[in-house]
Structure formats: C-alpha cells, structure tokens
C-alpha cells in the first residue's frame, strides 16, 4: 500500500504540472493575439481584394454545370450501391387473390415470404365494384340506384375488415391458395 506522504506528493507534483502548462498556455495565447491583430488588417485587405475579382461568365457556368454533374454522379453511385446491397425492389413479387366473405370480396396481395396485405376497401360480391366511403357508411355504388342492399355502417365494416383478415390468414396457413 502506497503511503499517504507519496500520495500527497504526487497530487501536488500533478497539480503543479497543470497549472503550469496552464500558465505557458496563456502567455502563449496572450502573444498570439497581440501580434496577430497587427496582421488581421492586411489579411483583411488580402480576402476582400481576393472576393472582389471579376470571374468570367464562362467560368461560373462551367462551375455550376461540374457541381451538378458530380452530384448526379455521385446519386447515381449511391444508388447503385443500394440496389446492390440486395435492398427490396419497390414491389415485392407477389399474388393478388380475391377472397369471398359473406357478401364481400377482399383484394389480398399474398408476398412469397409468406406476409400479405388485405385492402382495406372490399368489393361487392354481386356488382363486382369497389365500395365507397361516404361519411361514416360504406355502400356499393349501385346502392343509389336502389340496385343493391349492401350498406354497412363504419363500425361494423371495421369488424368485418377484421373478421375477413382472420378467415384469410387461416386459409393461407392452410395452404388453399
């Protein structure tokens, strides 16, 4: 075990070491600043008369053409890149199967990895067209007409949405389509 006397010692040596470096620190800095604000004027001078040089015309267009060609080279590389690393095309290959639950027909896209979509808007069994949403009702288009009865509140469309989810996940784990 160390002694508390070398400790101590130790502590002060270190302490000591930093207030000087701390000390060289803004003697240092206190001499830069002093003759660095001889020279800030003719830097001054230097820059301005640097930024107030005309360019030709010629030059600007070359540069903004080079600016974007190298951005658009360098989104063309990123991308392939992407594309490379095996990132998911925008449409997934998959099967669009229509399901029949009770008086509806559900668009389901089935993806070869086993997950599927159904839409959340269903189609009328009897006039084959999408229902609409008006309000809190979705009715089949032929409902103005008085050509159909398929009026269903939101509510209880939410339960058949939900419903005809469950009764299409059992048959694609049942393997029937």
Known sequence: MTHPKAILIKLLKSIGVYSWQGVI???VGAMILAYGGIFYSQILNYATLFLNI?????ATIALIVL??????????????????????SKSPPCKTILFTIDDLKWN???YDD??????RISICLQHDLTLIRANIDYYCPEYIKKNCNIMIDHIQYDLLYVTAKSYIDKEIRNKKC
Request: charged letters at 15%; a positive charge; glycine letters at 8%.
């Open 54 to 58: 005309k360019t030709p015309l010629w």
């Open 114 to 119: 086993g997950h599927f979509e159904v839409d």
């Open 25 to 27: 620190g803004y003697i």
């Open 67 to 88: 600016c974007c060609l190298y951005t658009y080279i360098k989104v063309a590389q990123i991308l392939s890149k992407l594309n490379q690393a095996g990132q998911p």
């Open 108 to 110: 389901t896209k089935i």
